[in-house]
């Protein structure tokens, strides 16, 4: 970490609980920004797997198994 931010987390580890929290909001928000084309890619993918569903090249395992640790190999 460079000085300047080394210096900024000292300063805001010394405020109270409540504004550290907003804080840490604003910056989780500030990441998660729209990003169109891996948008675009995870809805190919997801397009990709529900056809190979459909089509039955892919096989699936039921929530209850797999909670249970169960899956087609074992």
């Given at each position: 970490m460079e ?13 109270p609980?409540?504004?550290r929290?907003?804080?840490?909001e ?24 529900l ?24």
């Amino acid at each position: 970490m460079e000085n300047t931010t080394k210096n900024l987390v000292n300063q805001v580890l010394e405020l109270p609980v409540s504004e550290r929290i907003s804080l840490a909001e604003e910056l989780l928000k500030s990441l998660d920004q729209p990003d169109q084309e891996l948008d675009a890619l995870w809805a190919n993918e997801a397009e990709s797997r529900l056809d190979g569903y459909e089509s039955g090249e892919v096989s699936s395992t039921p929530l209850s198994d797999v909670f249970e640790g169960k899956t087609k190999s074992s």
